[in-house]
Every structure is written in C-alpha cells, then in structure tokens.
Nanobody, 126 residues
Framework: QVQVVESGGGLVQAGGSLRLSCAAS????????MGWFRQAPGKEREFVAA????????NYADSVKGRSTISRDNAKNTVYLQMNGLKPEDTAVYYC???????????????????WGQGTQVTVSS
C-alpha cells in the first residue's frame, strides 16, 4: 500500500555530506515508523537509523551516531537522512523502509519493516 522512493545519493569525497530523501506515496506515513538501511557489496544489509511516527523517538546505529540525523516531515510524506563526515565505509546502497506503528519505539530490526524502496547509491571516495 505504501511505496517509497529514495533519492539524494551520489558520489562524494570523504568528509563530505549528503542528504537522502525518501518520498512515500500510496498512503500517509504519519502512522509509520520509518528507517534507513544500507547494504555494501559483499556485505549483509545493516541498520542505519529509524524514526517513530511523530519524530519524537530516533534510533541510530553506532557506526553513524553523531554523524547522521534522521528526520521526517509528515506533511510532505517524506523522510530524510542527513549524513555528515562521510567515510569510504559508508559506501552502500541506502534503502528507505517503513512499518505501521503509532508506538514510541523505532525499531532497528530489518525484519520489522514491511515496505521497502529500491535504494539509492552512495559512494564515498577517499
């Protein structure tokens, strides 16, 4: 029922910044937890960040904590991931995902998420 499309990826030098966007359609995501995951070549998918329905609770992977900020604008039906201080190890396809929840907690478990985008490539050069 919900479709999400990521954008904002690209090639950036180490130390640079990107803002990824996740535009949802089909229905409002105002009652959904939304998250970002990434998958690098040859590696398993890993959690990056998540935000609850209201934006009042966020959850970050240790690898990006302090460098990244997840936010949402429910009026625009859009979720963002601001990434600063990018490192080559941040290179991956970044996926936006969501699941229905009006609770407080924003899960970092990929298995909780039902709706997934097709990803946007982030490449960080050294």
């Amino acid at each position: 029922q919900v479709q999400v499309v990521e954008s904002g990826g690209g090639l950036v030098q180490a130390g640079g910044s990107l803002r990824l966007s996740c535009a949802a359609s089909g229905r409002s995501i105002s009652t959904y937890v939304m998250g970002w995951f990434r998958q690098a070549p040859g590696k398993e998918r890993e959690f990056v960040a998540a935000i609850n329905w209201s934006g009042g609770s966020t959850n970050y992977a240790d690898s990006v904590k302090g460098r990244s900020t997840i936010s949402r604008d429910n009026a625009k039906n859009t979720v963002y991931l601001q990434m600063n201080g990018l490192k080559p190890e941040d290179t991956a396809v970044y996926y936006c995902a969501g699941y229905y929840s009006t609770g407080y907690y924003a899960s970092g478990r990929g298995s909780e998420y039902v709706y997934w985008g097709q990803g946007t490539q982030v490449t960080v050069s050294s």
